[in-house]
């Protein structure tokens, strides 16, 4: 998320207003994806840039997940980067962007954006990030994709309609859009990325389901009555699933990741 509160309404600026709501609704990561993501970095210090309300950073700091990084959080929103220090008090947290990122150069073994690197402007970007990351630094972005070879799930992909499950979104679909969203050779020095899929699990109610959902740039841009609509679509759909009318119930995904090596 590149832009700050000032920007004018749209998909990339539209978070802020629904901080307090993505904070509490939007899933984490799989384990064993940001372990995936760090395996080449060739030390500790970490930068979640475009941190949001510090899903991943809070990752970042549990030592269980990744043992002894140290990190940083950069967040152009002011109201997600006060969700990101109330929630990641271990941090250290920085206004900022990823065409302006706050940090010296050389300062990081690693930079990662956590469904924030399809919003950055990589020509400005690229340079910024490879400057902060020390040579043999890696670069990656952490997706959360909906697992649409589940029947049920591909069922809620349709009924919800594309401004709540996006191009980025299900597995294919996010394969396509991320294939050629790392820098390349002519803006920074980056090798050839990588690409993983770990599988991932979340459990939901159809409530708390329908209230991850809302937090979808495009549902928060879309007009009240639109939006009534779209939720309205959805929870009827999982009122009506045996897999999803009843309590507790587990929702498939996975997380996708590109990672890319600074030379």
Excluded: C
Excluded at 74 to 83: C, F, I, K, T, W
Excluded at 139 to 158: K, P
Excluded at 173 to 190: H, I, K, N, Q, Y
Aim: glycine share 12%; no cysteine.
């Amino acid at each position: 998320m590149t832009v700050g509160g000032q920007a004018p309404a749209g998909p990339a600026s539209s978070f802020g207003g629904a901080a307090g709501a993505y904070a509490a609704h939007r899933p984490d990561y799989a384990r064993a994806a940001v372990r995936w993501a760090l395996e080449p970095a060739p030390g500790p210090r970490v930068l979640d840039l475009g941190a949001g309300t510090g899903k991943l950073t809070a990752m970042l700091l549990d030592p269980a997940v990744v043992p002894g990084a140290e990190v940083v959080a950069v967040e152009p929103d002011p109201a997600m980067l006060g969700e990101l220090r109330r929630s990641s008090p271990g941090a250290r947290a920085l206004p900022g962007s990823a065409e302006e990122i706050p940090l010296p150069d050389g300062s990081v073994d690693a930079v990662l954006a956590g469904n924030a690197l399809h919003w950055f402007d990589m020509a400005a970007a690229g340079p910024e990030i490879a400057r902060v990351l020390v040579p043999g630094g890696v670069l990656a972005g952490l997706w959360n994709l909906l697992d649409d070879g589940v029947g049920w799930v591909a069922g809620l992909a349709r009924v919800a309609g594309s401004a709540v499950v996006g191009p980025r979104d299900t597995p294919a679909a996010w394969r396509a859009a991320t294939s050629d969203l790392m820098p390349g050779p002519d803006v920074a020095p980056f090798d050839p990325p990588e690409r993983a899929e770990l599988p991932h699990e979340q459990r939901r109610t159809a409530g708390s389901l329908v209230a991850t959902l809302a937090t979808r740039a495009g549902v928060l841009v879309m007009p009240e009555a639109e939006r009534a609509g779209t939720t309205g679509r959805i929870r009827a759909y999982l009122a009506d699933r045996p897999e999803t009318a009843r309590g507790e119930f587990v929702l498939p995904m996975r997380t996708g990741v590109l990672r890319a090596r600074r030379r």
